[in-house]
């Protein structure tokens, strides 16, 4: 590759990332206003989110370890609409459950 290339792509790319960085603080405020409980529940993770920015969702996360082992995958429950019935995912039969959360978008 050229050096005028190279040069070029080098400014696109530090160019984006800052376009990038300038984005992110503007999205974290709405982060602010949820009210979000979380806990396990059975084998699995259980969520609820009574408050919540206008048009967002959340859904519950586990994170689940084959027994035994260090091995872990994580599980997805189903998306919920704010202050409607609970996001609940479970780990299967061969896994235990080691944590979880609440993701919201």
Not at 26 to 44: F, L, R
Not at 51 to 70: F, L, M
């Amino acid at each position: 590759m050229k050096a005028g290339v190279r040069k070029a792509l080098k400014a696109a790319v530090i160019g984006g990332l800052m376009a990038g960085a300038m984005i992110v603080p503007a999205t974290a405020a709405h982060a602010a206003s949820w009210n979000c409980s979380d806990a396990p529940y059975g084998n699995g993770w259980w969520a609820k989110c009574s408050q919540g920015p206008s048009g967002y969702n959340y859904q519950v996360w586990a994170r689940c370890y084959k027994i035994g082992t260090t091995n872990y995958t994580i599980r997805w429950g189903p998306w919920r609409a704010i202050n409607r019935e609970p996001s609940i995912v479970s780990c299967q039969s061969n896994e235990e459950v080691g944590g979880g959360g609440v993701f919201h978008a």
